[in-house]
């Protein structure tokens, strides 16, 4: 991942006991993503081999799939409350 071609955005995955991956942003400046987990880098590290996508893209894509995700879970367990109070009070 490190070396990538200029124009693209570049991830390295630091080694050791605080793993952080870094992504360079127009202009040279330096934005870093600071992930305390050796697991959750690796992800994100192959997350972006996989899909071609920037550090930054991928990482926000799956928080943003994984919080939708999440949303929906709650809204069916509200419906599922909604309906069992329902047939609750319909039983009494």
Not at 31 to 47: G, R, S, W
Not at 58 to 71: F, G, N, Q
């Amino acid at each position: 991942m490190a070396g990538s071609t200029p124009g693209h955005d570049s991830a390295e995955v630091g080694l050791g006991p605080k793993p952080s991956m870094t992504e360079e942003t127009e202009g040279n400046d330096m934005e870093e993503l600071l992930i305390e987990d050796a697991e959750a880098c690796q992800l994100a590290a192959e997350l972006v081999e996989l899909t071609g996508d920037s550090l930054r893209l991928a990482v926000v894509t799956a928080l943003r799939e994984e919080r939708d995700r999440a949303l929906a879970r709650r809204r069916r367990h509200e419906r599922i409350m909604a309906i069992t109070r329902e047939i609750a009070l319909s039983a009494a």
